[in-house]
């Protein structure tokens, strides 16, 4: 009996059995706990089963609707599809007969238009829409639109143009938004001049097209911006005043060069180096030579006083010496006066080997930036191609700056050392000069004593 309700409970499952039922004592009790539990499954079924259908019954509805709307809307497509195969063919035989009654005109609009892109092109370029920049934005229209130009648009198309000739003829005054050299945009009165130049009490400015007007960041000559101040205040009907001609490209071309300063730090380390060696020998030249024609002067107002020697310079300090050793004979007196001359020979030659050798120097280091210069730009030809001239630049600025700058040096202090030294051989000239005349002087005298002495 024990091993038949292990079976039925092997069978029927004892999981069916809630944890917190007690297990039955008897055979009976086990047989009515599990018909009750088989009825309670087949109510929670039958639950299962209409909800389900249920559900099935929803799920068709929703199906059944969302056909109709299907069918709806491929109803509403065909119908909109028809209206525009309709609304195409009604196009096309618009556009048929839009160009059989436009007929020539079709060309002369293309031409409007083409007139239209040009002349908008043009005015952005212009200076003049500096002032009237809200005429590109009425003309961009024309030139974009492929719809036939209305006669209100025909005619500001005539307008404009006629106002570019007029305007490039006037000058006048107007209020626009400058951008100064700090990058600050502030409203200011500006001036223009036709189509030339526009002008402020700071200086000439530059047109951007899109963009307020700027000032050069690198104007003319102190003299032109003077000349343009002039005639901003002159009241006469006409007065002088500088242009470019070429719109602005000039002044543009004009800031974009360098200044001296920049085309030696071009020259680099060995531009550099030229620059300091020239300063050097052309102060040390030209501080000579101011010398030199001051002892030139003193020697000259020593010749005209022979008998007051004075030691402030080198003839008076010659002349003294022989006052002094004029008792001694002839010999001696020449030995005192070649010492007293060759004392002042280094004097009168000082700096002058200085000068010779900067003046040497000089374009030999400007032959070494150029070996330098062109050692760069091979190193960049080798490491970037020759793509790109720009990336040479560099090597070949250093290379012909420094040339330059050598033969820039070396020039002046050639000049220099030849007037140094022809104005020093010129005072030696003339103490030897002197010196001979005063050894013969002397020997006259020397004679004649010797002379009377015998006569007597």
Known sequence: MKYLLLVLMAGFGCTGLAADQPVPGTPQQLLQQILQQQQ????????????????????????????????????????????????????????????????????????????????????????ITAQYPERITQLRPLSETKQLPTTHQLRQLWYELQREMTASGEVTSFTVPVTSEGGKTEKKEVTRVGSFNVVTTQGYLRYVPDGPLQMLASQPSSSTLAQMKSWLQSKEATAPLTIDPTQGDVLNILQQQPTWVERWQQGGVVGMIIGVLGTIGMLLGVGRLLQLMLIQKKVKQQLAQPASPQQNNPLGRVLAVYHQQQTKNLDQLELCLDEAIMHEVP????????????????????????????????QTITLFGTGDPKLMAAGISQALITTVL???????????????????????????????????????????????????
């Not at 909800?51 to 709806?72: I, R, S, Y």
């Not at 030659?349 to 730009?377: D, F, N, S």
């Open 406 to 456: 050598g033969l820039i040096a070396a020039i002046p202090l050639l000049f220099l050392h030849t007037a140094i030294s022809s104005r020093s051989k010129a005072l030696i000239q003339v103490l030897d000069k002197q010196a001979a005349g005063l050894l013969a002087q002397q020997f006259i005298q020397d004679h004649s004593a010797v002379t009377t002495q015998r006569v007597a």
């Open 40 to 127: 309670q499954q087949q109510t929670l079924n039958q639950q299962r089963e209409a909800a389900f259908l249920k559900a099935q019954a929803q799920q068709a509805k929703l199906l059944a609707e969302a056909e109709a709307a299907l069918a709806q809307t491929q109803a509403e497509n065909e119908k909109l599809q028809q209206t525009f195969d309709e609304q195409a063919e009604s196009l096309i035989s618009l556009k048929q007969t839009l160009k059989q009654r436009s007929g020539h005109l079709g060309e002369l609009f293309g031409q409007v238009r083409q007139l239209a892109n040009d002349a908008q092109t043009t005015l952005q370029q212009s200076l």
């Open 347 to 378: 004097k009168l030659e000082r700096w002058q080997g200085t000068v010779k050798l900067l003046a040497g120097v000089a374009p030999l280091m400007g032959l070494l930036g150029t070996v330098t210069g062109m050692i760069v730009t091979f």
